[in-house]
């Protein structure tokens, strides 16, 4: 092979889909290959051309509608195939930016290639979302085994029949019954009907320790209507219920709703040797601040785990916030413990990444307190405390103080609700951009601990006044889109130039945060309660304001984009290293590299659209 073709062979070699094939196809496709040179303002494809794959070697190309709009981009490494398809990727034709120089091959060989080589030919059939799908799964799965939680249904972990007694027995007969059965729990049933569960726990606590009688009917004791599950679920979604329910015992029904069983955080156990359950319930048992922040260092190790077995990072995030709450719970109920009851009503409200369950184990704390109209300034006092216990706690079990000081330790997000209210309906009404930051925080809220009933009234105030409220949505936008994917004008990659993180991307505020910004304008803009991103597109979608093709655009973008970012700082804690935000692009394969830039054009797609439709460059 001369030095021209070994070239050729090399370039191909170093772009997808072509490291698809094997050697000997490789060595035989540089002399299938013609030569065509495109001078910069030339019509692509140009008029009359033969059908054939258009692979770019150098220059660039661009496709834009009849509006004008910009669709896609070609730079070098990417290949046109329009031509050889039934169904064109792009209908549009498109103007060369660039001198470029391309590789054109037959669609005739390019056929022939697909039908000898599978993985060659799913390139060309799959659209830039579904090759994302798959890319998630084949990270998901380099990491898990079919023994994890998301591969292993619920049912599969019911280890014996279930149990039953009916309530009018007395304590006594349901004690004997499980000591007979050597169970820890029972499941109480009336008519056939699931209406209650009875524990160990519920026995030491709501019976020995209450000293009720034995002689009294169980149904005294038992924990009424128990959440349940259905037997096909993935058992990963009993681990998220059970933690965030803080129980030990989760009855399982078939799709009829026949009780089938109980499984246990044993029976979770003996899939991981570690998990959300148990750490939970760790921390739910923790007297002090030291305990609770001994069982926080295994938050790392906990995220390293999940991820390499399979879990995806919804998944991931999904039960990670879970023990975020519970500990940020305990320390609330540590504090009143210390201080006593609070002088007024209040709602604790998490903040950020915690309130839309999307938090990792180097999250920093966001929180705020909502009080009771009832609030007097002589209380202030219990609740300045209150929060300096719980943030001091965070920090100490691994959460770091908000750098923005987005806290309730701070006095300003420590107010009554008609302060709040106030606070929202300034920063609607006059939507500066320091106010855009504040909405931009704040619009993302939960309610873990206390009154919720506070938090869903002004919620629903706040909503009211944004739905529909275009000039406020817009300025939002236009704060929103002050981040963008970092790709440049040739579809590569804008690294950090200098610093600690030279040459790396920030795939956090540069990939996931502008989904994350997206998706709280669409709720806001369809008054949707849900906080968390991915059910807010979902929802989106379904209230009309969203797109099904955009909604689900960018969901496989987020989750693939999410996914390297868990799989990234995985890596980062197995090789002794503190978890960051920063990834290298030499650390992904080339597949990996180019499906993180089709990813990163969704977003980029989905912004322009968004900026269009509100004009938000006219209002700035």
Request: net charge negative; charged share 20%.
């Amino acid at each position: 092979m001369d030095v021209e073709l070994i070239e050729i062979h090399e370039f191909l070699l170093a772009h997808p889909p072509f490291e698809h094939l094997p050697e000997s196809a490789l060595n035989a496709l540089p002399t299938q290959l013609s030569v065509r040179y495109l001078r910069r303002g030339q019509v692509f494809p140009p008029d009359n051309s033969a059908e054939q794959l258009w692979l770019l070697r150098t220059g660039a190309v661009e496709f834009r509608d009849p509006a004008g709009e910009l669709i896609e981009r070609l730079s070098e490494g990417e290949h046109y195939a329009a031509p050889c398809s039934d169904t064109p990727k792009l209908a549009t034709r498109g103007k060369v930016i660039e001198d470029s120089l391309f590789y054109l091959l037959p669609c005739a060989a390019l056929q022939a290639l697909c039908q000898q080589y599978p993985d060659f030919q799913r390139h060309f059939e799959h659209d830039l979302r579904a090759r994302l799908q798959q890319a998630i799964q084949q990270l998901q799965q380099s990491h898990g085994s079919s023994h994890n939680l998301m591969h292993v249904e619920a049912g599969r972990l019911i280890k014996r029949a279930p149990i039953t007694i009916a309530p009018d027995k007395s304590i006594r007969e349901a004690a004997t019954l499980m000591s007979e059965q050597s169970a820890s729990s029972l499941l109480v049933l009336e008519q056939g009907k699931l209406i209650g569960i009875l524990t160990d726990r519920d026995l030491r606590q709501r019976c020995i320790a209450a000293g009720v009688d034995v002689s009294q009917a169980l149904s005294q004791i038992m924990s009424p209507d128990p959440d349940t599950l259905e037997s096909h679920a993935p058992a990963f979604e009993a681990l998220i219920l059970m933690t965030r329910r803080h129980i030990h015992h989760l009855p399982i029904v078939d799709s009829a709703g026949i009780l089938q069983g109980v499984i246990t955080a044993s029976d979770i156990l003996h899939q991981h040797n570690l998990n959300t359950v148990t750490l939970a319930s760790t921390i739910r048992h923790s007297q002090d601040l030291a305990s609770l922040a001994s069982a926080c260092k295994q938050l790392p190790e906990l995220q390293a785990q999940l991820i390499n077995n399979g879990l995806s990072a919804d998944q991931l995030t999904q039960a990670l916030s879970a023990v975020s709450d519970g500990l940020t719970q305990r320390l609330l109920e540590l504090a009143e413990q210390q201080l006593g009851p609070a002088p007024v009503p209040y709602a604790w409200l998490c903040c950020g990444s915690q309130a839309r369950r999307e938090q990792t184990a180097v999250s920093d704390q966001d929180h705020a307190l909502l009080l009771d109209d009832a609030f007097q300034p002589e209380h202030d006092a219990y609740f300045a405390a209150l929060a300096r216990f719980v943030s001091d706690g965070l920090d100490a079990c691994g959460f770091v103080y908000c750098p923005g000081d987005s806290m309730a330790s701070n006095p300003r997000w420590r107010q009554p609700r008609r302060v709040w209210r106030g606070y929202f309906e300034q920063w609607i009404k006059q939507p500066e951009p320091m106010a855009l930051m504040y909405a931009s925080i704040f619009f993302d809220m939960r309610a873990i601990h206390g009154e919720p009933a506070l938090f869903r009234s002004l919620q629903q105030e706040v909503l009211q006044r944004c739905q529909g409220n275009t000039i406020f949505l817009s300025h939002l936008v236009g704060n929103a889109l002050k981040y963008r994917p970092p790709l440049g004008f040739f579809r590569q990659f804008v690294l950090i130039h200098d610093g600690e993180h030279k040459d790396t991307l920030d795939i956090k505020h540069c990939g996931l945060i502008p989904v994350v910004d997206l998706a709280r304008i669409y709720a806001l803009s369809a008054g949707i309660t849900a906080t968390n991103t991915r059910e807010r597109l979902k929802a989106a979608e379904a209230a009309g304001v969203l797109s099904h093709d955009g909604a689900q655009d960018l969901l496989h973008a987020l989750e693939f984009i999410a996914t390297l970012r868990a799989r990234h700082q995985a890596e980062q804690h197995l090789a002794g290293l503190p978890m960051d935000n920063y990834l290298a692009p030499d650390q992904l394969s080339r597949p990996e590299r180019a499906q993180l830039k089709d990813a990163f054009a969704i977003i980029s797609t989905m912004q322009q659209a968004m900026e269009l439709h509100y004009q938000s460059s006219r209002l700035r």
